[in-house]
């Protein structure tokens, strides 16, 4: 069974940085995506960035792009999502979460991960953005 644990979420005054941390376990195909959503208060939840271990693909939703990056540390079996010039909108509970395939296409990153496509999900982490 997969499990997933996020960490590294905190109150951040604007233009600040965090890295969020995606500790992943459980994997039973041979392919994933692990991507990471935002939900604010009274908002659906958001996909903000993807990566998927068939080829390395990587995807940015246009809010992140140029300030977030996502990365893999393979001996760690862990995620992350690095954060710069955070805003106040970047606010909100950040959730890792995977889908995995036999088949390695099935898991590219080519547009903005959605929430529907993900089947194991994380608790999430509170990121705050506020002077």
């Known amino acids: 069974q997969v499990q997933l644990v996020e960490s590294g979420g905190n109150l951040v005054q604007p233009g600040g940085s965090l890295r969020l941390s995606c500790a992943a376990s459980?994997?039973?195909?041979?392919?994933?995506?692990i991507g990471w959503f935002r939900q604010a208060p009274g908002k659906e939840r958001e996909g903000v960035s993807c990566?998927?271990?068939?080829?390395?693909?990587?995807y940015y939703a246009d809010s992140a792009k140029g300030r977030f990056t996502i990365s893999r540390d393979n001996a760690k079996s862990t995620v992350y999502l690095q954060m710069n010039s955070l805003k106040p909108e970047d606010t909100g509970l950040y959730y890792c979460a995977t889908r995995q395939s036999r088949v390695a296409a099935v898991v590219e990153c080519s547009s903005t991960p959605q929430p529907r496509q993900y089947h194991d999900w994380g608790q999430g982490t509170q990121v705050t953005v506020s002077s």
């Open positions: 459980g994997f039973t195909l041979d392919y994933y995506a």
């Open positions: 990566f998927s271990s068939s080829d390395g693909s990587t």
